[in-house]
């Protein structure tokens, strides 16, 4: 696999579909719009769905009224992702999937009283249910992409905190670039060294 340091620098849809390679199976990401097409079978993080909940319920820009709306919904998800992990423990999960898309719609209903950032975390929710519910076909896979991010974390904790970056844009590249050896390490361990040459000669 061969990435250039410009085109690696960034998200976009070309640079996750040479991440991506040959890999089939069920892609596990945020709702980030670049991943939603590539691969056929696509689970939602429940993890970044619940922290964008729980961070509007913690705001302190609403009202008392809509705050308690708020937490209301932010309960909500947090019951329908315990929900879910049960039905996926359970003998059939595809059983519980009209009930759980109807929590979801509920959830996900618009209200007159809905602060705008609350009505467009709630449009974006709806189009998504069926991304958050891939996971009733496949139960084994995880329902958060969280064993990526905490792999990567200590890289990206570098890239902020480092002096080793003369910019801004360097540190991000610096971190991209570490982020995409990682992704290999994790892939593929045995083969390692030979594809980090190959991103060395770049």
Do not use: W
């Not at 909940?53 to 932010?74: K, M, N, P, V």
């Amino acid at each position: 696999m061969t990435v250039s340091t410009t085109s690696v620098s960034q998200r976009g849809k070309g640079v996750a579909e040479k991440l991506r390679g040959e890999s089939t199976g069920v892609l596990i990401s945020d709702d980030y719009g670049a991943y939603r097409t590539l691969a056929e079978h696509h689970q939602l993080c429940f993890a970044h769905l619940i922290r964008k909940f729980r961070d509007l319920a913690q705001h302190a820009g609403f009202t008392e009224t809509e705050q308690e709306s708020i937490q209301c919904t932010y309960q909500e998800i947090k019951d329908i992702y315990r929900s879910v992990v049960s039905a996926c423990a359970g003998p059939d999960p595809q059983s519980q999937r009209d009930t759980l898309v109807a929590r979801f719609s509920t959830v996900a209903t618009l209200c007159k009283r809905d602060p705008k950032p609350v009505a467009r975390l709630k449009t974006t929710l709806y189009k998504n249910i069926p991304y958050y519910l891939t996971c009733l076909s496949y139960p084994s896979i995880a329902l958060t992409n969280n064993l990526a991010e905490r792999a990567l974390r200590h890289i990206v904790l570098k890239r902020k905190n480092s002096f080793g970056c003369k910019s801004e844009k360097g540190a991000t590249a610096l971190g991209t670039l570490l982020s995409v050896l990682m992704s290999l390490y994790r892939r593929d361990p045995l083969n390692y060294l030979d594809k980090y040459s190959v991103l060395r000669r770049v």
